[in-house]
């Protein structure tokens, strides 16, 4: 009579481990999936304003080279500088970021982001009723 007892308490308590293990294996896929969505906003807004900085060095009558513009405003937001075509406006500015994981090391393709900023010109059309 214990016996049977005894192999369907094993059970349960077989069961209740796998059970956390899967909400765990969870919690860290869902943490993951966060830090990847933060840091593509975080990328998207590095590419746009690295975009902004070569327009506006490629512009404006200063001796800073665009690229170099470009590479700077990256380096502060703490992103790489993947390309910069900053010879004709509008410029067009691709940087990547890493994606803090809490899983360890995962493949390239999970936790590197990119993004493409785009910038240009606008000119001004002149007092208004000329």
Do not use: N
Not at 104 to 114: E, H, K, N, S, W
């Amino acid at each position: 009579m214990g016996g049977t007892r005894d192999r369907e308490g094993g059970q349960a308590l077989l069961g209740a481990a796998v059970g956390l293990f899967a909400a765990l294996v969870l919690v860290a896929v869902a943490v993951h999936v966060a830090a990847l969505l933060v840091t593509r906003a975080r990328a998207s807004t590095a590419a746009d304003h690295a975009a902004l900085a070569a327009a506006t060095a490629l512009a404006g009558p200063g001796a800073t080279d665009p690229t170099t513009a470009a590479s700077q405003v990256t380096s502060a937001l703490d992103a790489r500088l993947v390309s910069c075509d900053c010879a004709t406006v509008p410029v067009q500015v691709t940087v990547e970021l890493d994606v803090p994981s809490p899983l360890g090391r995962l493949p390239d393709a999970i936790t590197t982001v990119r993004a493409t900023g785009h910038a240009g010109l606008v000119t001004s059309p002149g007092p208004r009723g000329s």
